[in-house]
């Protein structure tokens, strides 16, 4: 079920890892933002998006982890993008990306996985201002749709997923200080947070996001071990979480 969390802006929750597919409203039709996660679930979204009636005309991934490069025949064969480096980064990785994809989710149509270009100077069809950073994964970008008050974050301000940093490049603690400040930057002008996984932010809890991350990364600044609600005993991030301490420790 799609929910509109702001004009021209709607998420569909899936069951994995709390995932957001987002479509937003352009001018020619909709883009789709990192659709997922399993074939039944795409293949639902497909019939929301006919009941909205509005042709897709693009696609865009927000960074080039499996989770974010998926798409279905019926989404359409239109353009899909994402930063140049995204890009690149997708296509090295387009089988091991597969094999992700296919050992953690069920019906993903593997022929259509990582096929994304580089979104054109001017952004192509895809609205609003791209925010690109280096944090948690190269050519990561959040999309800020300043005009619907909407900032589409990717894998970050998420409430269920700590920060999780890229542990295959230098200085990802300097990385994710820089990009929180231009996410925190872009969250001036919203009041709405759309996260790849968890629940959309609005009003106060926006500021509780950026607020929650940065005390994350400043914990990990100062060598010591964070602590963060989004850590419980059984979250599946545990072990990713264990690899940012000894990462910024080595640094
Ligand atoms: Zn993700």
């Known amino acids: 079920m799609l929910t509109e969390v702001a004009d021209g802006v709607w998420v569909r929750q899936s069951a994995w890892v709390w995932t957001n ?13 990192d659709p997922g996660i399993d074939g039944s679930e795409l293949n639902e979204l497909a019939d929301d998006l006919d009941r909205l009636g509005i042709p897709v005309v693009a696609g865009f991934s927000t960074h080039p982890h499996w989770d974010h490069l998926l798409w279905h025949p019926r ?14 980064a997708a296509s090295l990785a387009r089988e091991r990306g597969q094999r992700m ?35 948690h994964a190269i050519g990561h970008a959040a999309v800020l749709l300043a005009d619907r008050g909407v900032l589409l974050a990717g894998d970050m301000l998420s409430d269920v997923l700590i920060p999780l940093l890229d542990s295959r490049r230098p200085d990802q603690v300097g990385a994710y200080e820089t990009a929180l400040d231009r996410l925190g930057e872009a969250a001036r002008h919203v009041d709405v947070v759309v996260p790849g996984h968890g629940a959309v932010a609005a009003g106060p809890e926006v500021a509780a996001r950026l607020a929650a991350d940065h005390a994350y990364i400043e914990a990990l600044r100062r060598g010591e071990e964070p602590v963060d609600a989004r850590l419980g005993p059984d979250a599946p991030w545990l072990p990713a979480h264990q690899s940012n301490v000894e990462q910024a420790r080595r640094q």
């Open 75 to 88: 989404f359409g064969d239109v353009p899909r993008y994402a930063t140049a480096a995204g890009a690149h």
């Open 101 to 135: 994809a296919a050992e953690s989710a069920s019906g993903i149509p593997l022929e259509l996985f990582g096929l994304v270009t580089p979104l054109p100077a001017d952004g192509g069809p895809v609205p609003g201002e791209i925010i690109e950073h280096q944090a």
């Open 21 to 33: 597919s987002i479509v937003v409203r352009g001018e020619d039709g909709l883009i789709l933002v």
